[in-house]
Structures are given as C-alpha cells and as structure tokens.
C-alpha cells in the first residue's frame, strides 16, 4: 500500500498548450525516434542531441521481458508497507527528493550500482543486476554511435567513461502514485540530470515533459517498448554546450500509477569534465572552467533540483 502524505506543499503547474516547436519541425511529432538498427542512427543521434538533447530510441535490443520482470519487481517493493521500504534505509525514499528541501509526489528506490549488499529480495537482485548490464551495454553502444555521429575517435571516447570499475552509475525506481484530488501536481520538478546520459524506461502511463527551446512544456507520451535518453550536464560540457541537457519534469497523474526506471551514467569521481579537444575549433575556447565529476556533484547535491548548476561553472 502507498501512503504519501498530503500534497499541500508540491507545487502545481499549469497545462501546457500543444503548438510546435523548431524542434518539432525538424523531427516531426516532437519528439525525435531514433532507431538503433538504422544506419543513419549516428548523424540522427548528434542532430537529436544537438538540438533536443532528447530522444526516443527504438530497435534497442533490451528484451521487453526483461523490463517486465523489473518493474513487476518494482511493484512488488512500492506495494510493501512504508516501515519494511523505510528499513531499506539506503535508497528508499518517498516525497523529499534530493538534501535541499525539494518535494514531489513520488516513491522511490535509488540504488548505486556498485553498491553490493542492498537488503532486498534475491529475486529482485538479480533482474536488477541483469537490467544494470543491459543498461551499460546499451549506454555503451548509444555513446559509440554518437563518437561515430561527432567523427571523434577513439570510438569508445565517451563509452569507456561509464564502463569503469569505479564509473558513477546510479538506476533510480520512481513511484509515483495516482493522486486523484489535485491536477497538475509535480511528480517530480524540473531539473536536468548532471551525468553524461540518462536512459528511462516507463510504463504506460503519462506525465513526463521536456522543456523545448522555446520554453514550452512538451509532454512526452508514454511508450513502454521504448527507451527516451536525455543528455546530462555532463555531456553538454564535454562538447563545448553543442548538446544541450533537456529540463525535464513529471506530472502525477490523477488516475494511474506511473513507473520508471532510469539508468543514469556518470564517470568515475575523479574524471575531469572538460571539452573534447577534438571537438573544439581552431581558436574555441571552453566556455566552462575545470572541474571533476566529484565537484559537480558536491556542487549538485547542493543545489536545489531547478536550479542552473552549470552557470556555477561557466567562465565568466
Ligand atoms: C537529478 C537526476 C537523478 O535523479 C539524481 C537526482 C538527485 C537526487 O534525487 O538525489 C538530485 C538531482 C538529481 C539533481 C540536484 C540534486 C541531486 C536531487 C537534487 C536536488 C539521482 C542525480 O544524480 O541528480
């Protein structure tokens, strides 16, 4: 049973209106559908995160069955009573996200993917470890194709990032109950992700947007076969902001359940997050000063989740 308490303090937005945007001419129906097979998936992946900084990735090979098995997992856990989630003291938690005062009408399960001992059930382990693998192989392949798209070699340039021991990769499992006395409640506010990519997988049922270029609230719809990846801060850095990393939010929904998973890649801690040298131009300068994974981090964990982390680091 989920119990949340009262949604007084969760902020509310207005509906957005459905216009086009630029994006959305140049990839009809907003949202740009990349399919992985293709052999144009490269270029489509640079123009995607170019302009959108997101995407709907589709022919991914991650089995539907194995997301199936995960989620059903998932529900398992969110169904438990509050005191047996709360004695997962790590990860769980529920309406307060992130240190910063920052609520939403959400439950979740933050898991560290190098964290061994979570005391969860071993069924429940073991799809997550099998879903985390997928998830690299499929982070790996995405950020080799776009190394391909940007014509920067080595091809594993940005892949080998996520691919270490101590790579920084997190899989969060978000809940987010029906909350049928109040519209256009936040889920989860508007934020972008601070690591390089983030690939989400969801249930059917609504309430994730995108903010377009021209400040519109895009609704995404919801498409349980598919994966949509956004580009972190991470990554906007490492090409000079050529990517762009999307404001996202979520809105509950008065009537159903959604359900998310979503595999965040970051670098190892120490990973100095700069420019690609071969991305940049002849006399480009950084529009960002230096700094590691770990003082954006540091940084982002103490900032609330609207805030603009990267304009803490451009140069003045
Ligand atoms: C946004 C992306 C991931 O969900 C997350 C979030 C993290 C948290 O929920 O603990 C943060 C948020 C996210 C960015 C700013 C800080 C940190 C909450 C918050 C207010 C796990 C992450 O890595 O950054």
């Known amino acids: 049973m989920v119990v949340l308490a009262k949604p007084t303090s969760v902020e509310r937005f207005p509906v957005p209106k459905l216009r086009r945007s630029s994006a959305a001419v140049r990839f009809p129906g907003a949202v740009p559908v990349i399919d992985l097979s293709s052999t144009c998936a490269a270029d489509q992946l640079v123009r995607a995160c170019e302009e959108l900084g997101f995407f709907k990735l589709t022919n991914h090979g991650v089995s539907n069955e194995l997301t199936a098995r995960l989620e059903a997992e998932a529900v398992r856990f969110f169904s438990l009573n509050n005191s047996k989630k709360d004695a997962v003291s790590l990860g769980y938690g529920r309406r307060e996200i992130g240190p910063s005062g920052d609520v939403g009408w959400i439950e979740y399960l933050l898991l560290q993917v190098n964290m061994r001992s979570l005391p969860l059930s071993s069924s429940f382990r073991s799809v997550l470890e099998e879903y985390i ?55 989860f506010g508007e934020h ?70 979503i595999f965040f890649g970051g670098p190892p801690l120490k990973q100095r997050i700069a420019p690609l040298p071969r991305l940049m131009e002849e006399g480009e300068q950084s529009i960002y000063r230096e700094f590691t994974w770990r003082e954006y981090k540091n940084t982002a964990y103490k900032t609330k989740l609207a805030d603009d982390r990267l304009v803490l680091f451009e140069k003045n």
């Open 133 to 187: 693998s997928a998830m690299k192989k499929l982070a790996r392949e995405v950020l080799e194709l776009i190394a391909e798209g940007l014509r920067i070699q080595p091809r594993d340039i940005l892949s080998k990032l996520l691919m270490e021991e101590e790579s920084d990769l997190i899989l969060r499992l978000n809940h987010y109950p029906p909350c049928p006395i109040t519209q256009n409640l936040t889920g």
């Open 192 to 261: 972008t992700d601070p690591q390089i990519i983030s690939i989400l997988r969801s249930n059917n049922t609504s309430g994730l947007q995108i903010l377009a270029r021209d400040g519109r609230w895009v609704p995404v719809p919801p498409d349980q076969s598919s994966f949509f990846i956004n580009v972190g801060d991470s990554l906007q850095v490492m090409t000079n902001g050529r990517f762009r990393s999307v404001k996202h939010r979520v809105l509950a929904n008065t009537t159903k359940s959604r359900f998310s998973m």
